[in-house]
């Protein structure tokens, strides 16, 4: 049985992070996280383009200018939505989610999200890694991964 599995070497590799405005405060703390997880695997800081938007609704559009572009290993999506009094929260969040998941299956470019869902701005704090964990580090360490694996498919 052959088994096929990416390693988490970021040398010489192109990432791009997209990542919403709003709720900057999180979002501040998961591009940290990102960054931190890449240098520590070895991507070169010079290596990793931010592309700042308004909201996380503002997401797909240019993660399909980047990726069609085609000059990077990998991209990763970082944001927070967070639960209000209306519906709006989980319109938000579905929208972008699917809309980002349908653009990257076009693609041989693996595409990760560190976008926070959550029910208070404290509960979004702590997964941006003000407590424990940093959800913008795991997309890193994700897109790490799926990069070595396309690399070997």
Not at 27 to 46: F, N, P, Y
Not at 48 to 64: T, W
Not at 102 to 130: C, F, W
Request: charged share 25%; with cysteine.
């Amino acid at each position: 049985m052959k088994t096929y599995e990416g390693k988490l070497i970021g040398k010489g590799k192109r990432v791009a992070i997209i990542v919403a405005r709003f709720n900057q405060l999180i979002s501040k703390h998961l591009v940290e996280g990102a960054i931190d997880c890449l240098t520590r695997h070895m991507v070169d800081e010079d290596a990793i383009e931010i592309y700042k938007v308004p909201g996380v609704l503002e997401i797909p559009q240019i993660l399909k200018l980047v990726l069609d572009k085609g000059e990077v290993d990998g991209m990763i999506c970082l944001g927070a939505v967070i639960r209000g009094d209306t519906p709006h929260f989980e319109f938000i969040a579905a929208t972008v989610f699917r809309s980002i998941q349908s653009i990257a299956i076009n693609y041989k470019i693996p595409v990760t999200t560190g976008i926070i869902t959550a029910d208070s701005e404290d509960q979004a704090l702590s997964r941006a890694g003000l407590k424990a964990g940093n959800k913008g580090y795991d997309a890193a360490l994700y897109l790490l991964e799926m990069m070595g694996l396309v690399e070997n498919i």
